[in-house]
């Protein structure tokens, strides 16, 4: 049986509070977390404040207000016709 010295970590540990982020096939991510969970890579807390958040509401309304002209739009059509 071997001894190992107290202050030599094992390799199978992290050396610390790894980050929690899970890729699309569940692996873990490897780096070192910060006191959020997550690693300076996958922590959202400072996109989330403006730009990510902002863009995506923006894209979202877009994408709705063009969703919602072609079928106001074909509707007005059709209804123009039955009238007159």
Do not use: K
């Not at 970590?9 to 096939?25: I, K, N, Y």
């Not at 959020?36 to 890579?41: D, H, I, K, N, Q």
């Amino acid at each position: 049986m071997v001894r190992q010295s107290a202050n030599i970590p094992d390799r199978g540990e992290p050396r610390g509070a790894v980050c929690l982020h899970l890729g699309p096939r569940g692996e873990r991510c490897a780096r070192s977390a910060l006191a959020s969970g997550f690693c300076p890579r996958h922590d959202t807390t400072e996109a989330e404040e403006f730009g990510a958040t902002w863009t995506r509401r923006a894209a979202a309304l877009l994408l709705l207000l063009v969703f919602l002209w072609v079928v106001l739009s074909d509707f007005l059509r059709e209804l123009a016709d039955w009238l007159w």
